[in-house]
């Protein structure tokens, strides 16, 4: 999983020109399943990110998290925060995760933010979205959890066989 943090001093999200998510001071998580990720990595970034402590303290030191703030949380889904840009122009999904899995773990996501912290507000999975926010700092952070080495090679094992399982077929 991975999780783009932007320390805001604002943030909305809108779609076909109504707003759907919309916070004032906190954080806006722009989130992204990977292939491999389980329900396991979406409670370790979730963690992590409601914990981090990104907003200053009476001494002008980064020790405060979103809920000691008082913040809001605005979760965004991004699958192409996936990307893999290693060669050529266009860029590969290849690492996001199915569609179909990934809004299974944004919407676990979201589940479990709301059951940890009172202000959580999102985007809509597959939409078009127009994201605005003002980055307070600029304060940003790449946070990564990766699956554990089994679950990530039992998912290249299944994508194998799912593609040698499809290319049998065609030849037949």
Not at 18 to 31: A, D, Q
Not at 58 to 68: E, H, I, P, R, S
Request: proline residues 5%.
């Amino acid at each position: 999983m991975i999780g783009l943090l932007q320390r805001v001093s604002q943030a909305s999200v809108t779609v076909d020109g109504e707003c759907v998510g919309k916070i004032g001071p906190g954080l806006m998580v722009l989130v992204c399943a990977e292939r491999g990720d389980t329900r396991k990595e979406v409670d370790a970034l979730l963690a992590k990110l409601l914990s981090y402590r990104v907003f200053y303290d009476g001494d002008g030191k980064m020790n405060l998290n979103v809920a000691q703030v008082g913040g809001g949380v605005l979760l965004v889904p991004q699958f192409t925060l996936a990307a893999d840009t290693r060669s050529g122009t266009r860029p590969s999904f290849t690492p996001a995760a199915a569609p179909a899995l990934a809004r299974e773990l944004f919407d676990y996501t979201v589940e479990r933010a709301r059951a940890a912290h009172p202000v959580v507000e999102t985007g809509q999975f597959g939409a078009d979205m127009k994201v605005a926010l003002v980055n307070d700092g600029p304060v940003t952070f790449w946070l990564q959890v990766a699956p554990a080495p089994q679950a990530a090679n039992a998912a290249a094992l299944a994508s194998k066989a799912n593609t040698a399982s499809a290319a049998s077929q065609e030849s037949t």
